[in-house]
């Protein structure tokens, strides 16, 4: 297909890879209308940690994580769970999930990992300078917790191969957690900080990038669910929406968890499960770390914001359901004392509390890349946890697919026919 000097771009999913890919995709001049099902950014883009994290660069197949997983399955509050149902897609997910958790695929994914996620916080930066757009960026670094020695051994061997990375950490006793964050009391055995990392407050940057992408001329569709494409040979020529059809010459399929479901219209065979993530926030709290804060056995993640303070985790794979278990989210709670003595979340209101679903690839890779079947439809998603750290490097790497430019990272890794 021949580009349009203007090209017509139709980006599917207004959660945070969406909004980045759009944002990107008008730099480059292109003609872009996003579309979301909902309100753009309310769904997985809105309540998790916000965490920038180049430390997060070992996927999520990875070895032990199979026989942890089966432990944890025995209990339904654990901090990985897979509901209990007959889903020929969920089973041929876990057969590769199986096949992938090798400390081979960790050493072949963690280099792209780490570039693609140091990449999104250098655009992350850029934007908000160029755009002079305030979301709460904030490069403190983060600190991972450990309260057993089974939790050493783990995060020392990530220490190690952030060493072959050239990725700078501090390994530290529990003097040396309170000497970085002197307001908290550290029950935990000790920590790993890694100052490479940031966060950014992510309903802010929604709100902020919503506005900006409105003010830039891109048409954005709220409340406008895709119900199925219009095509033309191996092209798809538009996407059907109540009422019409969005026509375009190129499509980007953002739309998180439900992204497989939508392209299984097409013939297209996309391995993804949804994997639900729970949080807490708690509004102007009396006590607040200076420090973004993972614990690691518990699989907690504690963030602080400019007025609140937000605890989340979990992932459940329980299909398309965004209703919350009340016990998974007091096992959260219920997990933070155990590692900060000083931080009493028993009284903290368990009715607000949010969830999302995040799209999980087999592999823990995301997909990026043009479909063979479909060559003008390219996939932006399958980021899991890594949503907000892959971001804005997903979407410049979306437009310069559609520019047909060299990308900045090679894309072979992140191939959405690689399971095929």
Same mark, same amino acid.
């Given at each position: 297909m021949?580009?349009r000097?203007?090209p017509?771009?139709?980006i599917?999913g207004g959660?945070?890879i969406g909004?980045?890919?759009?944002?990107?995709?008008?730099?480059?001049?292109?003609?872009?209308?996003?579309?979301?099902?909902?309100?753009?950014g309310?769904a997985?883009?809105?309540?998790?940690?916000?965490?920038?994290?180049?430390?997060?660069?070992?996927? *999520?197949?990875?070895?032990?994580?199979?026989?942890?997983?089966?432990?944890?399955?025995?209990d339904?509050?654990?901090?990985?769970?897979?509901?209990?149902?007959f889903?020929?897609?969920l089973?041929?997910?876990?057969r590769?999930?199986?096949?992938?958790?090798?400390d081979?695929?960790?050493r072949?994914?963690?280099?792209? /990992?780490r570039?693609?996620?140091?990449?999104?916080? &250098?655009?992350f930066?850029?934007?908000?300078?160029?755009?002079n757009?305030?979301?709460?960026?904030?490069?403190?670094g983060l600190?991972?917790?450990?309260?057993s020695?089974?939790?050493?051994?783990?995060?020392?061997?990530?220490v190690?191969?952030?060493?072959?990375?050239?990725?700078k950490?501090?390994?530290?006793?529990? @003097?040396?957690?309170?000497? /970085?964050?002197?307001?908290m009391?550290?029950?935990?055995?000790?920590?790993v900080?890694?100052?490479?990392?940031?966060?950014i407050?992510p309903?802010?940057?929604?709100?902020?990038?919503?506005?900006?992408?409105?003010t830039?001329g891109v048409?954005?569709?709220?409340?406008?669910?895709v119900?199925?494409?219009?095509?033309?040979?191996?092209?798809?020529?538009?996407?059907?929406?109540? &009422?019409?059809?969005?026509?375009?010459?190129?499509?980007?399929?953002?739309?998180?968890?439900?992204?497989?479901?939508?392209?299984?219209?097409?013939?297209?065979? *996309?391995?993804?499960?949804?994997?639900?993530g729970?949080?807490?926030?708690?509004?102007?709290?009396?006590?607040?770390?200076?420090l973004?804060m993972?614990?690691s056995?518990?699989?907690?993640?504690?963030?602080?914001?400019?007025? @609140?303070?937000?605890?989340?985790?979990?992932?459940? /794979?329980?299909?398309?359901?965004?209703?919350v278990?009340?016990?998974?989210?007091?096992?959260?709670?219920?997990?933070?004392?155990?590692?900060?003595?000083?931080?009493?979340?028993?009284g903290?209101?368990?009715?607000?509390?949010?969830?999302?679903?995040?799209?999980?690839?087999?592999?823990?890779?995301?997909?990026?890349?043009?479909?063979?079947?479909?060559p003008n439809l390219?996939?932006?998603?399958?980021?899991?946890?890594l &949503?907000?750290?892959?971001?804005?490097?997903?979407?410049?790497l979306?437009?310069?697919?559609?520019?047909?430019?060299?990308?900045?990272l090679?894309?072979?890794?992140?191939?959405?026919?690689?399971?095929?």
């Amino acid at each position: 297909m021949a580009l349009r000097s203007v090209p017509r771009v139709v980006i599917i999913g207004g959660g945070i890879i969406g909004v980045s890919a759009a944002y990107y995709a008008r730099k480059i001049g292109a003609e872009v209308t996003l579309l979301d099902m909902g309100e753009i950014g309310r769904a997985c883009s809105h309540g998790n940690a916000g965490y920038v994290a180049p430390s997060h660069f070992v996927p *999520l197949a990875h070895p032990g994580v199979i026989t942890q997983g089966l432990k944890w399955m025995l209990d339904p509050d654990s901090p990985f769970y897979i509901r209990p149902r007959f889903d020929p897609d969920l089973f041929a997910w876990i057969r590769i999930f199986r096949r992938m958790s090798t400390d081979a695929h960790v050493r072949a994914s963690m280099y792209i /990992l780490r570039d693609l996620a140091q990449a999104t916080l &250098g655009l992350f930066e850029e934007i908000a300078q160029s755009e002079n757009l305030a979301f709460e960026l904030q490069q403190k670094g983060l600190l991972m917790l450990y309260n057993s020695e089974k939790g050493r051994r783990s995060n020392l061997k990530e220490v190690d191969l952030a060493e072959e990375l050239n990725v700078k950490t501090a390994v530290l006793d529990r @003097s040396g957690l309170e000497t /970085l964050d002197p307001g908290m009391e550290f029950r935990c055995l000790g920590g790993v900080y890694w100052p490479g990392d940031a966060h950014i407050a992510p309903a802010s940057f929604m709100e902020v990038m919503g506005n900006q992408l409105e003010t830039m001329g891109v048409t954005v569709r709220s409340s406008t669910p895709v119900l199925g494409f219009s095509l033309s040979g191996k092209e798809v020529r538009g996407v059907e929406i109540p &009422g019409g059809v969005v026509e375009g010459d190129e499509f980007v399929l953002a739309g998180g968890s439900w992204s497989s479901s939508l392209v299984k219209r097409l013939g297209i065979r *996309l391995p993804l499960q949804p994997g639900k993530g729970y949080s807490v926030t708690v509004e102007k709290p009396t006590l607040t770390p200076i420090l973004p804060m993972i614990l690691s056995e518990a699989r907690v993640a504690i963030t602080p914001f400019a007025d @609140s303070l937000r605890f989340g985790g979990t992932m459940e /794979l329980a299909g398309l359901d965004l209703s919350v278990t009340r016990s998974r989210v007091n096992a959260i709670l219920r997990a933070v004392p155990r590692y900060l003595a000083n931080v009493d979340t028993s009284g903290v209101r368990r009715e607000g509390a949010w969830s999302g679903l995040r799209p999980v690839s087999p592999d823990g890779l995301p997909y990026i890349g043009r479909f063979r079947k479909i060559p003008n439809l390219i996939a932006a998603t399958g980021h899991a946890m890594l &949503g907000v750290t892959l971001a804005t490097g997903t979407g410049k790497l979306v437009a310069q697919i559609i520019a047909r430019d060299r990308p900045f990272l090679p894309l072979a890794q992140f191939q959405p026919d690689r399971f095929s």
